[in-house]
T-cell receptor, first 112, second 111 residues
Framework: SQQGEEDPQALSIQEGENATMNCSYKTSINNLQWYRQNSGRGLVHLILIRSNEREKHSGRLRVTLDTSKKSSSLLITASRAADTASYFCATDPDTGRRALTFGSGTRLQVQP | EADIYQTPRYLVIGTGKKITLECSQTMGHDKMYWYQQDPGMELHLIHYSYGVNSTEKGDLSSESTVSRIRTEHFPLTLESARPSHTSQYLC??????????FGAGTRLSVL
C-alpha cells in the first residue's frame, strides 16, 4: 500500500493565489521529494528535501519537512494557470527496499 | 525532459494477446522502475531493477514480467492481456538520491 497520504485531494484556486499541499508518511526516510504530473504525461521531479533539512526553496516553490510529525508541505506562491497539474510527494526510505513510495496526489486547478 | 523513452504511447489490443512495452534511457542509470497508474490516481510500483540481470517485484501484484539484459533497456511483457490490465504504465530511472526521471508513459487499453 502507498505510504504517503496527500491533502487535499483536489484544490482549485485563482491565478495569483498561493497553493498549499500536504503530505504525510509512515516510516523513516532519507529524503522526501515532490513531483508534478501534467495530464496524460509522466512525472517531473520538482524538489528534494533531506531528512535533516526543515525547509527548502526553489523559485516559487517552498517545501517544509517535519520528521517528528512525518509530514511535509509544498507551497506554490503566485500561482499561474500553467501550474495546473497533479502533485505527488514521494519518500525515499532509509531501510529495506530503496524504491520511492508515492503519495496519492493533489490535483491542482489554477483558474485564469 | 529526461532522456527516457517509452513506446508505444498508446496501445489498444484484444484479450489474450501478448504485448511488450518498451522503455529505454540514455543516461546510464542503473536503477529502473515500472509503475502502473490509473488516470488521476496514485502510482503503484510493479517492477524494479538495480542493474543488469537484477529484477524485483514491486508492491502491486502483476502478471507482467520484466528483463534487464542491457543497462539502457527495461522492457515489460504481458503474456496474456486482460481488460483488468487497462491502465497507464510509467517507466522511470534514477541515480543520485533516488531522484526519478519518468518517460511519457504507455496508455494501454485491453478490449
Amino acid at each position: 500500500s502507498q505510504q504517503g497520504e496527500e491533502d487535499p485531494q483536489a484544490l482549485s484556486i485563482q491565478e495569483g493565489e498561493n497553493a498549499t499541499m500536504n503530505c504525510s508518511y509512515k516510516t523513516s526516510i532519507n529524503n522526501l521529494q515532490w513531483y508534478r504530473q501534467n495530464s496524460g504525461r509522466g512525472l517531473v521531479h520538482l524538489i528534494l528535501i533531506r531528512s535533516n533539512e526543515r525547509e527548502k526553496h526553489s523559485g516559487r516553490l517552498r517545501v517544509t519537512l517535519d520528521t517528528s510529525k512525518k509530514s511535509s508541505s509544498l507551497l506554490i506562491t503566485a500561482s499561474r494557470a500553467a501550474d495546473t497539474a497533479s502533485y505527488f510527494c514521494a519518500t525515499d526510505p532509509d531501510t529495506g527496499r530503496r524504491a520511492l513510495t508515492f503519495g496519492s496526489g493533489t490535483r491542482l486547478q489554477v483558474q485564469p | 525532459e529526461a532522456d527516457i523513452y517509452q513506446t508505444p504511447r498508446y496501445l489498444v489490443i484484444g484479450t489474450g494477446k501478448k504485448i511488450t512495452l518498451e522503455c529505454s534511457q540514455t543516461m546510464g542509470h542503473d536503477k529502473m522502475y515500472w509503475y502502473q497508474q490509473d488516470p488521476g490516481m496514485e502510482l503503484h510500483l510493479i517492477h524494479y531493477s538495480y542493474g543488469v540481470n537484477s529484477t524485483e517485484k514491486g508492491d502491486l501484484s502483476s502478471e507482467s514480467t520484466v528483463s534487464r539484459i542491457r543497462t539502457e533497456h527495461f522492457p515489460l511483457t504481458l503474456e496474456s492481456a486482460r481488460p483488468s490490465h487497462t491502465s497507464q504504465y510509467l517507466c522511470a530511472s534514477s541515480v543520485v538520491q533516488n531522484i526519478q526521471y519518468f518517460g511519457a508513459g504507455t496508455r494501454l487499453s485491453v478490449l
